[in-house]
């Protein structure tokens, strides 16, 4: 009766990996339970989801082939543009998020368009405007920029108002560390940089007054929810965030958050389901209005019982 934070199937997203083909469900090696799944599968997967009452999933593609420039983030049949129609036409009201970014696009696997090595932060983002209209064209109810370019949340509002898409909101990545707890997903989303690292766009982890700053940004551009990523290690950040702007905010709890309690609970160290939902009450009680998690399904059905 006196609990001051509730954990609610409500407040969790569920990531999935899209893949190109047909009957394919791969499980990821370093996230145990995540998993690649071809159209087919992926709508099934959904459909459980949606049966445990999770009420949205983020989407993540696996292209058929990569480019210097990424094009495959925004073609027309591209494996996103195609897996958000699937999406829509067997679940018209389910809510399918996309997250926008180059990395799994580009054969050199950073998050821009480079040149001589070096990422240019304003060539992406027309880039990045173009991928969300795209996306947004193709069903996708709320986009989630993730390249942390500077200024991308302002061009993606403005191409979606002037496109007639100005009631699809954005979910910024706002404060995004350079983590190393995005080991296991780099994996899962082949999306690791051929060469460098992310620490020209991504934030220093040692930085929180810098996270504050993004935060500020992102919202006089637009965004309509901000979110922290990764969600454990950045606990603080989260609760700063939540006490100074008082906005919509989600928490990410990356592919490693999710590979550690995996990997200890395989080994009988920890008990899985009271390790992952201390966590994600940890991560609500700390600020965040919703928790991106590889554990939304378990954790949706750990809760209902
Ligand atoms: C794309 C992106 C990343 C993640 C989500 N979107 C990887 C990265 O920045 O390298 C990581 C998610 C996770 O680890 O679960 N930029």
Redesign the pocket.
């Known amino acids: 009766m006196v609990r001051e934070t509730r954990l609610n199937t409500d407040n969790l997203v569920y990531?999935l990996f899209v893949v190109p083909g047909k009957n394919i469900k791969e499980e990821i090696q370093s996230m145990p339970g995540s998993f690649h799944l071809s159209l087919d599968n992926l709508v099934k997967e959904i459909k459980e989801a949606k049966n445990l009452e999770i009420p949205a999933i983020m989407l993540?593609g696996l292209p058929k082939h990569k480019d210097e420039k990424g094009s495959q983030a925004y073609a027309k049949d591209g494996i996103i543009q195609q897996a958000v129609r699937a999406i829509k036409d067997a679940l018209p009201d389910y809510m399918v998020i996309t997250?926008v970014?180059l990395?799994?696009y580009t054969s050199h696997g950073h998050?821009g368009i480079l040149k001589e090595g070096r990422l240019l932060n304003d060539s992406t983002l027309q880039t990045l405007a173009k991928i969300a209209l795209s996306q947004v064209e193709s069903g996708s109810d709320m986009v989630a920029p993730?390249?942390m370019m500077d200024g991308q949340v302002r061009i993606i509002r403005q191409t979606l108002d002037e496109n007639g898409q100005g009631n699809i909101p954005i979910m910024a990545?706002s404060a995004?560390y350079a983590s190393s707890?995005?080991?296991?997903?780099?994996e899962a989303?082949d999306?690791?940089p051929q060469f460098g690292d992310?620490k020209s766009y991504?934030m220093d982890p040692a930085n929180i007054e810098e996270a504050l700053r993004e935060v500020e940004l992102d919202l006089e551009e637009g965004a309509d929810i901000v979110m922290v990523?990764?969600a454990l290690a950045y606990l603080d950040v989260i609760s700063r965030v939540k006490q100074e702007f008082n906005v919509p905010l989600a928490a990410?709890s990356?592919?490693?958050e999710?590979a550690m309690v995996k990997a200890a609970a395989a080994k009988g160290w920890v008990d899985e389901k009271r390790v992952a939902l201390e966590v994600l009450t940890s991560i609500r009680r700390a600020g965040a209005d919703i928790i991106l998690t590889?554990f939304a399904k378990e954790a949706a059905e750990w809760l209902a019982r």
């Open positions: 990531p993540f997250d970014c990395c799994q998050c993730s390249a990545y995004k707890f995005y080991g296991p997903f780099r989303a999306s690791a992310r991504q990523k990764p990410y990356v592919s490693g999710y590889y």
